[in-house]
C-alpha cells in the first residue's frame, strides 16, 4: 500500500524492548529498503542503542518527516516511524503543532492495549482527528472486548472504531495448519504429605494452611511431576510476586531432588533485572545444554509480542485474572519447535485432598486458575472446547474431528506428583465444573433470548448487555455464536428460528451500530451526523455512516444493508459538500455568537461538532494547496478569517477573552483560568501583557485588546474592576 516514494509508514507497539525487535524483524524481513525512525517517550534512550535515529520530541519527529519524505523517490528507501503507544499523544501533537504529514499506514501491532478509555494514551491511535492516517491495520492475538454497558470503554468489536476483522485465524485453525503447536493440558495434583515434603527438603519449617511456603512448594512440586511426566527441558513459570519467585528458583533443586552441579539450571527475571542479564538467561533457556534442563521463573517482565525461545511448557503459579492475560502466556508455548518431539504442555497446579470430598474442592477457590485457564482457552479453540463437552469438534474444512488431540490422546490430562493418572473421578469432576460454568442452562438462556425478541423484535443487543434483572444474555448469546459447532442439531435450529438472531458476531455488531444510528437521525431529524462526532460511551457515529459509504464505493457492502441504509430518509451515498457546509454554518454561528472566526483547535460546539478541528483541517488543507477556489473564496468572506495558523491562535485566546467577559462580567482572568475546552486562558492573557511590556505586541493586537471593554495592562487594576464590577 506503500508502495511509492513519498510515503511514511507508523509502527505503534506497547513497549520499548518490543518496538527494537521489531524494527530488526522488519528491517530483515522488508522486501524494500527501510529508513527507519525511532520516536518513543522514554529520554534515556539514545541513537547508540537502535543505530537509527531517535527523538521524544513532537517538532523534531515533523522535521524528519518532512525532510525524508519529501526529498524521497520511489527507489528510494521507504520512511517507516516506529513509535511506542505511550508516545503517540506526542505524534498527534506533532500533527496539530507542527504540520507532521498523514501517514499512509499505519500498523498498531497488540492492538487490543488500544482498546480501552477513549481519553487514554493507548487509544490516541483509534482517533482519526489525532492520529492522521489513510489507513490503519490493527493487529491482535487477544481480542479485548467492553464488559459493562456503562463503561465509556472501545471495544474491538466496534467497527466504527477498529474497522472490519479480515483475516482472521483461530487457534484451532492455526495448529491444523502446522503454523502453531499443539498442546496438552496438564492438572497435576498435589497433596499435603508431598507438600510437607517438599517445605522439609527446602529447610522450612512446620507448614500452615494456606500460606504462601504451602503454595510456593505445591508449584515446585508440580515443575518437577512436569518435567518427569513429559521429559520437557525448557519451562518458563509464570508468578505474580518478584520476592515468591525468587523464593521458588532458590530452593527449586532442593525439591525436585537435584542438588549442584546437576542439570537442573535454575533462573528468575523481573522489571528490574538488566537487560543483559535478561538476554543471557533466555539464551541458556532456548540451549540448556545436554541433559540439563532449565527453568526460567518471570515476573510481569517479558511482555506480550517480545520473542522468547521456543518452550516445551509453561507453568501458572499463581491465578491469572485476566483473559489477555492468560492467552499471552499459552502463546509462549504453542511457538512451534522443530526440536520438540511432542505436543506444549499447560502446567497447572492444584491442591488435593484424597480424603475430602472431590465435589466441593474442584469447586473451591484453589481451582479457579484452573478454570479460567480451560475456559479462555476454550473461547480460542474449538477442539478443547468439544473435549471439555463431550462432543466432536469440526475442523477448518467442515470435517468431523474427535475431541483428542493428534494421535488421540486427550488434550486435558490430571496427574499426581509421580507423574502417574490421577483418579478419573478427578478429572470428570474438573471436566463437569467446566462445563457448567461454560453452559449454564441453555433452556433458561433461550427463553431470555425469546422474551428479549418479543420486547425489541430483534436481537440487537451488546454481548456485555446485561438484563434489568441481572442476567448476562450479552454473555450467553456470545457463548452460543463461539460454540456453534458444538451446539446439539436441535439448539442450533431453536436458535437459526429466532427473528434476528445471526451466527456472525460482527453482524450482529453491525446492526447494534445502524439501530444507534437510527436512534440518532430520529432524534435530530437528518442523517448529517457531524465528523468526529461520538457519543457518551465512545461509539465514533460521526465516522460510522463514511464507513458504510466507502464500503459501498467498493463493492464490499452487503445487499441487506444498503437496503436498510436507502430505507432512512435523507440517506445519500454521494453526500457531496453536505459534510463542508456543516462544518462553514457552525462557524458562521460562532462567528455570530463570538465576534471571532478562530475557535481554539479543541473546541466543540454544543451539538457535539468538532468546529476546532474543522476549522484547523482548512488551514493545513490552504496549506497544502488542496482547497478550491470556492471555498477560499467563502471562508475569507467570514469576519476575522486569516490563513495564518500564528494568528487563528491569537484570536482564538481573544474569542475566547471574549467568551469570558461575557460569561463573567469582567476581564480579569485568574493565572490558572482554564476554558471548558481546556486552553490556558490566564496564562494567554498573562502572555499578552508581558509582550506588551516588551515591546513584541503588534500594534493591532494592542488596539484589538484596548478596544475590550474592561481591559487593563495591569493585572491588579483588573483585579479592581473584577471586584468593582
Known amino acids: 500500500?506503500?508502495?511509492?516514494?513519498?510515503?511514511?509508514?507508523?509502527?505503534?507497539?506497547?513497549?520499548?524492548?518490543?518496538?527494537?525487535?521489531?524494527?530488526?524483524?522488519?528491517?530483515?524481513?522488508?522486501?524494500?529498503?527501510?529508513?527507519?525512525?525511532?520516536?518513543?517517550?522514554?529520554?534515556?534512550?539514545?541513537?547508540?542503542?537502535?543505530?537509527?535515529?531517535?527523538?521524544?520530541?513532537?517538532?523534531?519527529?515533523?522535521?524528519?518527516?518532512?525532510?525524508?519524505?519529501?526529498?524521497?523517490r520511489p527507489t528510494d528507501p521507504q520512511a517507516v516511524v516506529f513509535a511506542t503507544y505511550h508516545s503517540s499523544p506526542k505524534i498527534a501533537a506533532a500533527h496539530r503543532d507542527h504540520g507532521l504529514a498523514p501517514f499512509h499506514v499505519t500498523v498498531a501491532d497488540e492492538a487490543h492495549r488500544a482498546a480501552g478509555e477513549l481519553g487514554a494514551a493507548f487509544a490516541t491511535v483509534v482517533d482519526d482527528t489525532k492520529i492522521h492516517s489513510a489507513v490503519r491495520i490493527f493487529l491482535t492475538a487477544?481480542?479485548?472486548?467492553?464488559?459493562?454497558?456503562?463503561?465509556?470503554?472501545?471495544?474491538?468489536?466496534?467497527?466504527?472504531?477498529?474497522?472490519?476483522?479480515?483475516?482472521?485465524?483461530?487457534?484451532?485453525?492455526a495448529i491444523d495448519q502446522g503454523l502453531l503447536s499443539d498442546y496438552e493440558i496438564a492438572i497435576v495434583t498435589v497433596t499435603?504429605?508431598?507438600?510437607?515434603?517438599?517445605?522439609?527438603?527446602?529447610?522450612?519449617?512446620?507448614?500452615?494452611?494456606?500460606?504462601?511456603?504451602?503454595?510456593?512448594?505445591?508449584?515446585?512440586?508440580?515443575?518437577?511431576?512436569?518435567?518427569?511426566?513429559?521429559?520437557?527441558?525448557?519451562?518458563?513459570?509464570?508468578?505474580?510476586?518478584?520476592?515468591?519467585?525468587?523464593?521458588?528458583?532458590?530452593?527449586?533443586?532442593?525439591?525436585?531432588?537435584?542438588?549442584?552441579?546437576?542439570?537442573?539450571?535454575?533462573?528468575?527475571?523481573?522489571?528490574?533485572?538488566?537487560?543483559?542479564?535478561?538476554?543471557?538467561?533466555?539464551?541458556?533457556?532456548?540451549?540448556?545444554?545436554?541433559?540439563?534442563?532449565?527453568?526460567?521463573?518471570?515476573?510481569?517482565?517479558?511482555?506480550?509480542?517480545?520473542?522468547?525461545?521456543?518452550?516445551?511448557?509453561?507453568?501458572?503459579a499463581a491465578p491469572r485474572t485476566s483473559?489477555?492475560?492468560?492467552?499471552?502466556?499459552?502463546?509462549?508455548?504453542?511457538?512451534?519447535?522443530?526440536?520438540?518431539?511432542?505436543?506444549?504442555?499447560?502446567?497447572?497446579?492444584?491442591?488435593?485432598?484424597?480424603?475430602?470430598?472431590?465435589?466441593?474442592?474442584?469447586?473451591g477457590s484453589g481451582y479457579k486458575h484452573v478454570y479460567r485457564t480451560l475456559i479462555a482457552l476454550a473461547d480460542q479453540d474449538s477442539a478443547l472446547a468439544g473435549e471439555l463437552a463431550g462432543t466432536p469438534a469440526r475442523g477448518t474444512a467442515g470435517r468431523a474431528r474427535g475431541n483428542r488431540a493428534r494421535g488421540g490422546q486427550p488434550r486435558i490430562k490430571v496427574l499426581t506428583a509421580d507423574g502417574a493418572p490421577a483418579m478419573d473421578e478427578l478429572r470428570a469432576a474438573i471436566q463437569l465444573r467446566t462445563l457448567q460454568i461454560l453452559t449454564p442452562g441453555w433452556d433458561y438462556g433461550y427463553q431470555r433470548l425469546l422474551e428479549y425478541v418479543d420486547a425489541h423484535g430483534d436481537c440487537a443487543f451488546t454481548n456485555s448487555y446485561i438484563t434489568d434483572d441481572g442476567y448476562p444474555l450479552g454473555?450467553?448469546?456470545?457463548?452460543?455464536?463461539?460454540?456453534?459447532?458444538?451446539?446439539?442439531?436441535?439448539?442450533?435450529?431453536?436458535?437459526?428460528?429466532?427473528?434476528?438472531?445471526?451466527w456472525n458476531r460482527f453482524e450482529s455488531a453491525w446492526m447494534e451500530s445502524y439501530q444507534r444510528f437510527v436512534q440518532w437521525s430520529t432524534k435530530h431529524g437528518h442523517v448529517k451526523v457531524p465528523r468526529g462526532y461520538r457519543t457518551s460511551d465512545g461509539f465514533c457515529m460521526g465516522q460510522w455512516p463514511s464507513i458504510q459509504r466507502r464500503e459501498y464505493r467498493a463493492g464490499t457492502l452487503d445487499q441487506r444493508r444498503v437496503e436498510l441504509l436507502e430505507a432512512l430518509p435523507g440517506w445519500s451515498w454521494e453526500p457531496g459538500r453536505s459534510g463542508w457546509d456543516i462544518g462553514y454554518s457552525h462557524l458562521e454561528e460562532f462567528i455570530s455568537d463570538v465576534g471571532s472566526a478562530s475557535p481554539s483547535q479543541t473546541y466543540v460546539t454544543a451539538s457535539g461538532y468538532r468546529l476546532g478541528f474543522w476549522v484547523a483541517a482548512q488551514?493545513?488543507?490552504?496549506?497544502?494547496?488542496?482547497?478550491?477556489?470556492?471555498?477560499?473564496?467563502?471562508?475569507?468572506?467570514?469576519?476575522?478569517?486569516?490563513?495564518?495558523?500564528?494568528?487563528?491562535?491569537?484570536?482564538?485566546?481573544?474569542?475566547?477573552?471574549?467568551?469570558?467577559?461575557?460569561?463573567?462580567?469582567?476581564?480579569?482572568?485568574?493565572?490558572?483560568?482554564?476554558?471548558?475546552?481546556?486552553?490556558?486562558?490566564?496564562?494567554?492573557?498573562?502572555?499578552?501583557?508581558?509582550?506588551?511590556?516588551?515591546?513584541?505586541?503588534?500594534?493591532?493586537?494592542?488596539?484589538?485588546?484596548?478596544?475590550?471593554?474592561?481591559?487593563?495592562?495591569?493585572?491588579y487594576t483588573a483585579r479592581m474592576d473584577a471586584l468593582v464590577s
Open 323 to 363: 483473559t489477555i492475560d492468560i492467552t499471552q502466556c499459552v502463546g509462549r508455548a504453542l511457538r512451534l519447535a522443530p526440536d520438540r518431539p511432542g505436543r506444549a504442555v499447560i502446567v497447572l497446579p492444584v491442591f488435593a485432598d484424597d480424603r475430602g470430598d472431590l465435589t466441593q474442592q474442584v469447586a
Open 1 to 72: 500500500m506503500a508502495c511509492h516514494g513519498r510515503s511514511a509508514i507508523l509502527v505503534l507497539v506497547p513497549s520499548i524492548p518490543l518496538l527494537k525487535q521489531t524494527m530488526e524483524s522488519w528491517t530483515a524481513h522488508s522486501a524494500r529498503p527501510i529508513e527507519a525512525f525511532v520516536f518513543c517517550h522514554d529520554r534515556k534512550i539514545s541513537t547508540a542503542e537502535f543505530q537509527v535515529p531517535v527523538a521524544t520530541r513532537p517538532e523534531v519527529l515533523a522535521e524528519w518527516m518532512r525532510r525524508t519524505v519529501q526529498s524521497s
Open 619 to 715: 488551514r493545513q488543507s490552504y496549506q497544502r494547496h488542496l482547497l478550491s477556489p470556492e471555498r477560499i473564496a467563502a471562508l475569507e468572506a467570514l469576519a476575522g478569517w486569516t490563513w495564518s495558523v500564528r494568528e487563528a491562535r491569537w484570536q482564538s485566546g481573544l474569542a475566547e477573552l471574549l467568551r469570558y467577559r461575557v460569561e463573567h462580567g469582567h476581564l480579569h482572568v485568574p493565572q490558572n483560568y482554564l476554558t471548558p475546552s481546556g486552553d490556558r486562558l490566564g496564562v494567554w492573557v498573562s502572555n499578552q501583557r508581558v509582550a506588551k511590556r516588551s515591546g513584541q505586541l503588534s500594534p493591532e493586537r494592542v488596539r484589538a485588546l484596548e478596544a475590550l471593554d474592561g481591559w487593563s495592562w495591569w493585572a
Open 192 to 316: 499435603n504429605d508431598q507438600i510437607r515434603d517438599a517445605m522439609h527438603a527446602r529447610g522450612d519449617t512446620a507448614p500452615q494452611p494456606q500460606c504462601a511456603g504451602e503454595q510456593l512448594a505445591a508449584v515446585q512440586v508440580a515443575v518437577g511431576a512436569a518435567r518427569a511426566a513429559y521429559g520437557l527441558s525448557r519451562m518458563m513459570v509464570f508468578h505474580n510476586r518478584v520476592a515468591i519467585s525468587r523464593d521458588f528458583t532458590s530452593g527449586l533443586a532442593d525439591v525436585v531432588g537435584t542438588g549442584p552441579g546437576s542439570g537442573l539450571i535454575a533462573m528468575h527475571v523481573d522489571g528490574t533485572t538488566s537487560t543483559t542479564s535478561r538476554q543471557k538467561y533466555l539464551d541458556k533457556l532456548e540451549h540448556p545444554g545436554d541433559e540439563k534442563w532449565a527453568v526460567l521463573s518471570s515476573v510481569r517482565c517479558l511482555g506480550e509480542g517480545i520473542d522468547v525461545p521456543s518452550l516445551d511448557g509453561i507453568v501458572f
Open 142 to 173: 487477544t481480542l479485548r472486548v467492553r464488559r459493562d454497558d456503562n463503561s465509556t470503554a472501545l471495544c474491538m468489536e466496534n467497527e466504527a472504531a477498529f474497522g472490519p476483522v479480515i483475516a482472521p485465524l483461530g487457534v484451532r485453525e
Open 475 to 502: 454473555a450467553w448469546a456470545r457463548g452460543q455464536r463461539q460454540r456453534r459447532d458444538n451446539l446439539t442439531d436441535e439448539h442450533r435450529e431453536k436458535l437459526q428460528s429466532v427473528p434476528g438472531w445471526t
